[in-house]
């Protein structure tokens, strides 16, 4: 018999497996190389092997699904939020609510004042938890399911400092346009709250958000990977330096708790 046929069928499935692979190769690029200007198509190119066409359609699959971004008007390449926004899903699947309600609730109660767990979601941060302590003041700051912009409150400040600087100028750089809805919150503000927030080990809101009231945030980590925050929120009245240091305290020994849980799961 002659040479045997290749089923349409099978190279088919080759040239997808093969499409997978290569996307997948073109997402581990941008996430170990990507910059706070991007990653330009040829450096895309020279890292990953592919030819003009295979790269150009690849990373246009990749923008539609909204796993690649593309900066406007040039080839400059980001990690989209969809793959960002996974984080979120992982977060989930560590089911960290439950895991964290412990230690809401034993804050709650120790200080008195209104608690909350914040993860990220892309280039925001997203709180998904709360609880309130016995203070008749509330600081009832934000909701379960309020999302504000990474650095944009206690919790999601410690979660930006967490990051590393690379990330930090990405996220700053995207998110530069949506702060003018937080009037007190500035570019500037928020490198020097960065730099604050790793020298003193907790981040603080001193009332930028809304007047009278701060909060203080810490970060949860997962394998040296930041995934979760917890806050406080109380009036500026409680906050003083010497209370502000105690209940910065009882937060990283939560915090150091709910990491070690998590890394059993």
Avoid: W
């Amino acid at each position: 018999m002659g040479k045997q046929l290749v089923k349409r069928s099978e190279l088919s499935s080759s040239d997808t497996v093969q499409s997978v692979s290569r996307a997948l190769e073109i997402l581990h690029i941008l996430s170990f190389n990507v910059s706070s200007t991007g990653m330009r198509f040829s450096d895309l190119q020279a890292q990953s092997g592919l030819s003009k066409g295979t790269l150009h359609r690849l990373l246009k699959s990749l923008v539609v699904s909204g796993f690649v971004e593309q900066a406007a008007g040039s080839r400059m390449y980001y990690l989209g939020l969809e793959f960002l926004s996974m984080g979120e899903r992982a977060a989930n699947r560590l089911d960290i609510r439950a895991i964290t309600q412990t230690s809401l609730q034993r804050l709650a109660v120790a200080t008195g004042d209104t608690v909350m767990l914040t993860i990220r979601s892309g280039l925001d941060a997203v709180c998904i938890d709360r609880r309130e302590g016995a203070f008749p003041v509330k600081a009832l700051t934000q909701s379960i399911g309020t999302r504000r912009p990474l650095g944009v409150g206690s919790g999601a400040l410690a979660l930006l400092a967490a990051l590393s600087d690379e990330e930090v100028q990405n996220v700053l750089r995207r998110n530069s346009y949506r702060l003018s809805s937080y009037p007190g919150v500035t570019l500037e503000l928020l490198l020097q709250a960065i730099t604050e927030t790793r020298e003193c080990g907790y981040a603080f809101n001193p009332g930028h958000l809304l007047k009278g009231m701060c909060g203080i945030g810490v970060t949860i980590y997962l394998a040296k990977q930041p995934v979760a925050a917890l806050s406080i929120a109380a009036s500026v009245g409680r906050m003083q330096l010497s209370r502000r240091r105690e209940v910065a305290a009882m937060l990283k020994n939560e915090a150091t708790r709910i990491s070690e849980e998590l890394s059993e799961h």
